[in-house]
């Protein structure tokens, strides 16, 4: 199967600054990156994602590139705000037909007012 | 987005009994659903895959005899934690695409377990 890992497990910045998660993957078959974010007891949420035939896409403040060279892609928050606090999880999906996600450890961002 | 109903959001019970979390799409069919187990501050691990109308698929170190998943039909996975254990308490989480195929995965809201 796929192996992700997430770095740093914990971020914090200040209020304004940009913050930014990294993940690996180990197959390169994979072909669909998402980025959840969760708050403590709810369900993960969506907050952006990237196919493999893409480099890099942005939504507002949110960002996430991809190398699928160096099987690599990065989540970037900027102007972060205190309602950016929770724990984000990359993921991962394997081609060839399947469906299941392998998910990255988890960041626990914490923004300081 | 689709909409994933999962029930019930929490529950506790005593050791030894069963307990079954309901995992429904609510305005697509899922012909997979996936089931996860989420320990505190800790990520989203597989437990197995559902499918609608076969036998699920578990992942490595998953017990099927005590984790119980039953896709009857394409709106409703089941999983049923057997004998419940202490160790068995953590946060059960459900996933489902819809038939069509679209790439995002749907959460259900999950399901806090507690056995005493």
Known sequence: GENVEQHPSTLSVQEGDSAVIKCTYSDSASNYFPWYKQELGKRPQLIIDIRSNVGEKKDQRIAVTLNKTAKHFSLHITETQPEDSAVYFCAARLGRGANNLFFGTGTRLTVIP | ?116
């Not at chain 2, 506790?12 to 320990?39: H, N, P």
């Open chain 2, 1 to 116: 987005g689709a909409v994933v109903s999962q029930h019930p959001s929490w529950v506790i019970c005593k050791s030894g009994t069963s307990v079954k979390i309901e995992c429904r799409s609510l305005d697509f069919q899922a012909t997979t659903m996936f089931w996860y187990r989420q320990f505190p501050k800790q990520s989203l691990m597989l437990m197995a895959t559902s499918n609608e109308g076969s036998k699920a698929t578990y992942e490595q170190g998953v017990e099927k005899d005590k984790f119980l998943i039953n896709h009857a039909s394409l709106t409703l996975s089941t999983l049923t934690v057997t004998s419940a254990h202490p160790e068995d308490s953590s946060f059960y989480i459900c996933s489902a695409y819809d038939r069509v195929g679209h790439t995002e995965a749907f959460f259900g809201q999950g399901t806090r377990l507690t056995v005493v």
